[in-house]
C-alpha cells in the first residue's frame, strides 16, 4: 500500500491555512472574497508545478487533471472546496482538496501512471455562508442548480455572484457541466465527535441525515420603544425570540440524532428606538430518520401558528433547502473501506449530518465520502483541529482508493 508525504501535506495546509488566518488559529475566507482568490491562486500554481492542466468553469469550479495512458477514459475525479464560513478551521474543506493534490504529488514522486485520467476538483461556494444557497458550484455541475440561478445570487452588501467571479478573475471560460467522471471521492474531517469518540482513524459515510431548511418570515407592526405600552405591541423580534427557543426545543426532543437550528436573522428595521416590523429567520431540522425530520417539521409549523397567535403576529414558514436522506454509492464506498483496511486503519461506518459537494455528486456518477477525526469533536470554529498523522492518514486512503479506482 502506497503512502503520502506527510510532512509536505501539512505544510500545505498550513500555508494554505494562512490565506484568512485569524489572531485565533482558524480563518475566515469567504466565497469569492479576496482571501479566496489568493487560495484559489495558490492551489493553481501548485496544481500546474504537478503538471496538471487547469481549468476554470463559468460558476469558478477548478478542475486540476492528471493524464492517463488512456485519454479517452472518464476520469477518476476527488475534490472538496477552500472557501470557509466567517468563523472557519483551517481543515474544513481545503483539506479535501489538498489531501487530494498530495495524492497527486506522490504519484509523480512513484512515476506511477493510471490507465483513467484523474481530475481534483475545488468547487465553488460550499458553505453559502456569503452567497445562499451551499453546494452551489457542485450543484450547478450536475444540473441541480441553474447557472443563471446561481450567478444571480446575492450577498448581504448586494453584491452578485457573477459579478464577484469577475472581480476575482474567476469568472471562467469552461462551459458547466460536460465531464463524464467515472467516480468521485471526497474526504472531510468529520465535523463532529463520533470518530474522536469511538477511537476510530477513519469514517466511511454510508448516508446522510434528512435536513430541510427554512426561512420564517415574522410580521408585526413598528412603533416607538419608549411611548408603546407592552400590551399594544406587535414585535418582531419578540415573535423570533420565542420562535427561536421552540426550534432548539424541537431538536432537543428528539434523542442524540435530533438536530434543530435558529443560526441567521435579518432584521428590519434594525434600528434602535424602533420595535422590529419584519425579521427572516433561517432555521433547520434534521435527523437520522426522515420520519422523525418529518416530525420535527411539522412541530416548527405549529410553534409558528401557536406564536403567531399568542403575539398577535403572522409567521410564513417557506422551505428554500433540503438534502438526504441520501445512500452512498456501496461498491465506491466498499474501495475506500478496503483501502482503509489493507492499510491498517480503524474504520466505521457513518452518517453525515451536514452536506457535502459529495452530496450532489452522488447523482452524478458512483461517489463516496469519508471522514477523518475532529480531534477537538468541533469545525465551523477557530477551535478546529485534526492532527498531522489524521491528516496523513486520509491521504493514504483517498490515494490508494482512488488509484484502484483509475488503475
Known amino acids: 500500500m502506497l503512502r503520502v508525504n506527510g510532512d509536505r501535506l501539512w505544510s500545505s495546509l498550513t500555508e494554505m491555512g494562512g490565506i484568512g488566518g485569524t489572531p485565533g488559529g ?3 475566507r469567504l466565497a469569492l472574497s479576496e482571501e479566496e482568490r489568493q487560495a484559489r491562486d495558490l492551489f493553481c500554481r501548485w496544481a500546474r508545478e504537478a503538471g496538471c492542466e487547469v481549468t476554470v468553469d463559468a460558476i469558478g469550479n477548478i478542475f486540476a487533471r ?3 495512458t488512456d485519454p479517452d477514459a472518464s476520469p477518476v475525479a476527488m475534490g472538496s472546496h477552500l472557501d470557509t464560513v466567517p468563523t472557519g478551521g483551517r481543515f474544513d ?3 479535501g482538496v489538498l489531501a487530494g493534490l498530495e495524492a497527486l504529488r506522490r504519484l509523480d514522486d512513484l512515476g506511477l501512471r493510471t490507465r483513467r485520467p484523474i481530475e481534483l476538483v475545488s468547487w465553488t461556494n460550499e458553505e453559502g455562508a456569503r452567497f445562499s444557497p451551499m453546494t452551489m458550484g457542485s450543484s450547478v455541475f450536475t444540473g441541480a442548480m441553474t447557472l443563471d440561478f446561481a450567478l444571480s445570487r446575492r450577498d448581504p452588501a448586494g453584491l452578485g455572484v ?8 474567476y469568472a471562467g471560460d469552461a462551459p458547466v457541466g460536460g465531464r463524464s467522471f467515472a467516480s468521485y471521492f471526497e474526504v472531510h474531517i468529520e465535523q463532529g465527535p463520533l470518530l474522536k469518540e469511538g477511537g476510530e482513524q477513519i469514517g466511511i459515510v454510508t448516508g446522510s441525515f434528512k435536513a430541510r431548511y427554512f426561512v420564517a418570515t415574522i410580521k408585526g407592526e413598528p412603533a416607538h ?6 400590551t399594544d405591541r406587535r414585535d418582531a423580534m419578540v415573535g423570533a425570540a420565542a420562535l427561536t427557543l421552540e426550534i432548539d426545543r424541537i431538536g432537543r426532543a428528539h434523542g442524540r440524532d ?3 437550528n435558529a443560526p441567521y436573522l435579518e432584521l428590519d428595521p434594525n434600528v434602535r428606538g424602533v420595535i422590529p416590523q419584519e425579521v427572516r429567520l433561517s432555521c433547520d431540522v434534521r435527523h437520522s430518520d426522515p420520519d422523525t425530520a418529518l416530525a420535527m417539521e411539522e412541530e416548527l409549523r405549529d410553534a409558528c401558528r401557536r406564536i403567531a397567535g399568542e403575539r398577535n403576529l403572522s409567521i410564513d414558514l417557506d422551505q428554500y433547502f433540503e438534502f438526504g436522506p441520501i445512500r452512498c454509492d456501496r461498491a465506491t464506498s466498499a474501495i475506500v473501506r478496503d483501502a482503509a483496511s489493507e492499510l491498517g486503519f480503524s474504520h466505521r461506518d457513518i452518517l453525515t449530518v451536514a452536506s457535502h459537494d459529495a452530496v450532489p455528486m452522488m447523482d452524478h456518477c458512483p461517489s463516496a465520502l469519508f471522514f477523518i477525526p475532529s480531534e477537538t469533536g468541533i469545525s465551523h470554529s477557530e477551535k478546529e483541529y485534526s492532527t498531522p498523522e489524521q491528516c496523513r492518514d486520509g491521504a493514504d486512503v483517498l490515494l490508494n482508493a482512488v488509484l484502484r479506482a483509475a488503475a
Open 225 to 230: 420603544v419608549g411611548p408603546t405600552p407592552m
Open 93 to 95: 474543506g481545503a483539506y
Open 26 to 28: 482558524g480563518c475566515r
Open 66 to 68: 492528471r493524464e492517463g
Open 258 to 260: 435530533g438536530r434543530s
Open 162 to 169: 457573477g459579478e464577484a467571479l469577475q472581480q476575482i478573475g
